[in-house]
């Protein structure tokens, strides 16, 4: 079984940054992707960011040159730096570990950009 723990979430005003931090452990033979997700009230679920085992990125378009998604592998931890943030940037936010036997989504945490 893996267990995968999303912190960082929380409050925090329009132009303002967060870091969101993903952890997974357990029983985890070897880590491909690693991406966050997020959903807002009323909306889809959707791909914020990306990134495979070797590096290699990619973003939503509304977050591309805010967000910044990278990972420690030694760590089986991902982070997202969340900078210049809106209001439409609210969210739950999901970490997603892809891993060779399946993937696994945490629980969620909370964004919310306002005034």
């Known amino acids: 079984q893996v267990h995968v723990v999303e912190s960082g979430g929380g409050l925090v005003q329009p132009g303002g940054s967060l870091r969101l931090s993903c952890a997974a452990s357990g029983r985890i033979f070897a880590i491909n992707a690693m991406a966050w997700y997020r959903q807002a009230p009323g909306k889809q679920h959707e791909l914020v960011a990306q990134?495979?085992?070797?590096?290699?990125?990619n973003y939503e378009d509304s977050v591309k040159g805010r967000f910044t998604i990278s990972r420690d592998n030694a760590k089986d931890t991902v982070y997202l730096q969340m900078d210049s943030l809106r209001p439409e940037d609210t969210a739950v936010y999901y970490c997603k570990v892809s891993e060779s036997y399946g993937s696994y989504w945490g629980q969620g945490t909370q964004v919310t950009v306002s005034s």
């Open positions: 990134i495979t085992r070797e590096g290699s990125t």
